[in-house]
């Protein structure tokens, strides 16, 4: 089988199960050789968010690799920004930009930031890196394509710690208020912040009251829970959120930090390391092997 | 540096700025269908509810909610709008700062960031409302064009100027009503400054609506034989750097007056601009330091030493 890779075909490439895991392998490889060539940089997250980045860029979002400032295109938002290197490694093999350029990650004049930039990287939607101011701009786009006439969906992905900063809560009251079924927010939920909070028993990384759903409810939204993992369970939650009219839906997408690689998976540690020689040689013999999708094509 | 020198303060009518603000906004949506009005819970204090009346299906509403607000506004200008968010610029210039620096100012967002309800003229509202740091905050900010009209007609004037700009923009709007003194068909330059006295005993630096009462005591000096020319400087960023250095030739004395803090505002950025070009001894009339509070608009004007008479006393006291 022929794979559909780094062909900056527009529109969504409709692949099965099979040829989206394989990608989302080769993705969290991408990863993990950045950030080792970087020598420094967050694993963690874009490894949680790998699977649904690879989802929306090769089956869902109504995009042009070749032509980024489409002013028709479905339009993302990774809010959770310092998971940037999840985000290039999925647009490079899309066909926004050659795969070698991921080895200019963080390096200076590179046009992959630490942070995604608007500004930087043709193919980036909105600066990000401050949490919390995601959301808010994808409910501008939301707002402009109706005021448009444009069928284009925003989406913007989330992360469960950075939903702890009040503007998330303004924008969801706010897109309640518009009532825009134009806007996805996904969360990636992966349970694990940076530090965590104090407690009787030392440190928890675990949220005292954590029911993200019923908080997003609560703004009138309507929400969707699915195994981010899941390439299946991803295109389900994506089908239900588009179907959703008169309210914008949160898909609450459960995830394992670290996802992939079994000795990240799950610990915090890993949130932001580089890799020495043999773990990154124990990860990429775990997540890919042999099997380089990108050779094959 | 434009030259507008027949300017009069006598039998000027008063105007609200923020009454020019809402029906100027009202008169530019007319004219440009991708100007979108963004509300933070106070339209009808910043007189957005004009616009809003003119163009409801422009006017977006969004609540008690600073951060939001910059960052919806971000998103439509992304997507070929033009927004003109409004709020006071004591929550716009800080609560939403972080916003207006990530995805509005490092993106080069083309967004008109109007605070209303800047300086000591607040409508008693006290310190938490007088934004008197606003200045100093997007003089720091890259790429933030900043503006502070001295009347209705130059206020008109810029936001015309700034809807033919791309860049972000933060323009400082006040309260209550003022003399007009600008010509009704002044044609705005941002980044110009304008002489408004010519004179070369003394220079006066002012900005905003400061500057009305700058010329009431430039004319207060001329009685007394002290001949003192009077600059406005509208653009804080960028600075017309050379009128402000022709100024300090011409005079060797410099006098800034503003209804901001002395630290960060027009102040500082004149005495950097002459400890950097041409040392020339100054003076800086402004807010020292300090927080305000509530009160009739003369008598705050007169605690915090920003009337024409303090203009003049500064004067007065170089020359001596």
């Known amino acids: ?110 046009l992959l930031q630490g942070h995604p930039c608007m500004k930087t990287l043709p193919g980036i939607d909105m600066s990000t890196g401050s949490l919390g101011q995601g959301l808010s701009p994808g409910l501008g786009m939301a707002l402009a394509a109706r005021k448009l006439d444009k069928t284009f969906h925003t989406w913007v992905m989330l992360g469960d710690g950075e939903i702890q900063e009040g503007q998330i809560w ?59 993992h899941d390439h299946a369970s991803i295109a389900a939650a994506i089908a239900a959120a588009k179907s959703t009219k008169g309210r914008p839906t949160c898909i609450i997408a459960h995830t394992i930090k670290g996802k992939g690689v079994s000795f990240m998976e799950g610990d915090f540690n890993w949130h932001a390391k580089s890799p020495t020689t043999d773990e990154l040689a124990a990860a990429i013999d775990e997540l890919t092997g042999d099997d380089d999708v990108e050779k094959a094509a | 540096m434009i030259e507008l020198l027949d300017l009069t303060l006598a039998n000027a009518p008063t105007e609200a700025p923020r009454d020019a603000w809402g029906n100027a906004l009202c008169d530019l949506g007319d004219r440009h269908t991708n ?34 607000l910059i960052g919806v506004a971000a998103g439509m200008a992304s997507c070929g709008f033009v927004p003109w968010v409004s709020t006071f610029a004591a929550f ?13 100012a490092q993106p080069g967002l083309n967004v008109k960031l109007c605070g209303g309800y800047t300086g000591i003229l607040t409508g008693k509202t006290g310190k938490t409302h007088q ?4 200045i100093a905050v997007f003089r720091a900010m890259p790429g933030v064009v900043t503006i502070a009209p001295a009347d209705g007609n130059e206020l008109r004037a810029a936001m015309t100027a700034m809807m033919a700009d791309e860049r972000p923009t933060y323009l400082r709007l006040t309260r209550d009503p003022s003399p007009v ?81 002395i630290i960060g505002g027009l102040g500082s950025a004149v005495a950097e601009v002459l400890a950097e070009h041409r040392p020339t ?11 305000g509070e509530s009160g009739p608009n003369d008598a705050l004007l007169k605690k915090y030493g920003l009337t024409a008479g303090h203009v003049c006393d500064a004067a007065r006291a170089m020359l001596n």
């Not at chain 1, 970087?38 to 690879?54: K, N």
């Not at chain 1, 927010?185 to 530090?195: C, E, H, R, S």
């Not at chain 2, 716009?92 to 509005?104: F, N, S, W």
């Open chain 1, 1 to 110: 089988m022929t794979t559909t890779l780094s062909m900056p075909a527009p529109g969504p490439q409709g692949l099965d199960i099979a040829t989206l895991e394989r990608l989302s392998a080769q993705a969290r490889r991408h990863v993990l050789e950045s950030v080792f060539t970087a020598g420094a940089g967050h694993i963690g997250g874009p490894l949680s968010a790998t699977d649904i980045l690879v989802h929306l860029y090769f089956n869902e979002l109504n995009i042009d690799p070749a032509n980024p400032r489409w002013e028709d295109r479905d339009r993302f938002i990774l809010s959770k920004g310092h998971s940037s290197i999840g985000l290039y490694s999925v647009m490079a093999m899309r066909g926004y930009f050659p795969v070698s350029q991921l080895a200019t990650f963080d390096a200076v004049d590179s």
């Open chain 1, 170 to 228: 303004e924008a969801c009251f706010v897109a309640g208020r518009y009532d825009v079924d134009n806007l996805t927010a996904i969360l990636d939920y992966n349970g694990l912040p940076q530090f965590g909070w104090p407690d009787p028993n030392g440190y928890t990384r675990e949220e005292k009251y954590d029911r993200p759903a019923e908080k997003f409810r609560a703004f009138g939204w309507h929400t969707v829970e699915c195994d981010g």
């Open chain 2, 35 to 68: 100007l979108v009005v963004l509300d933070g819970d106070l339209a009808n204090s910043t007189k957005a509810d004009t616009f809003a009346k003119c163009h409801p299906d422009r006017f977006y509403e969004m609540g008690i909610a600073e951060q939001n």
């Open chain 2, 92 to 104: 716009l210039a800080k609560r939403a700062l972080d916003q207006i620096r990530v995805v509005v």
């Open chain 2, 131 to 134: 934004s008197v740091e606003d």
């Open chain 2, 181 to 261: 003194v600008f010509p009704s068909d002044y044609a705005f330059t941002i980044g110009e400054s304008v002489l408004l006295r010519n004179g070369s005993d003394i220079g006066l630096i002012s900005t905003g609506v400061q500057t009305i009462r700058t010329l009431e005591a430039a004319d207060l000096l001329a009685a007394e034989g002290i001949q003192a020319a009077v600059l406005h400087v509208p653009t804080l960023k960028p600075l017309d750097i050379e009128g402000i250095l022709a100024i300090a030739e011409r005079t060797n004395a410099i006098i800034t007056a503003e209804d901001h803090s």
């Open chain 2, 281 to 291: 001894r100054m003076r800086r009339v402004g807010w020292q330091d300090t927080f």
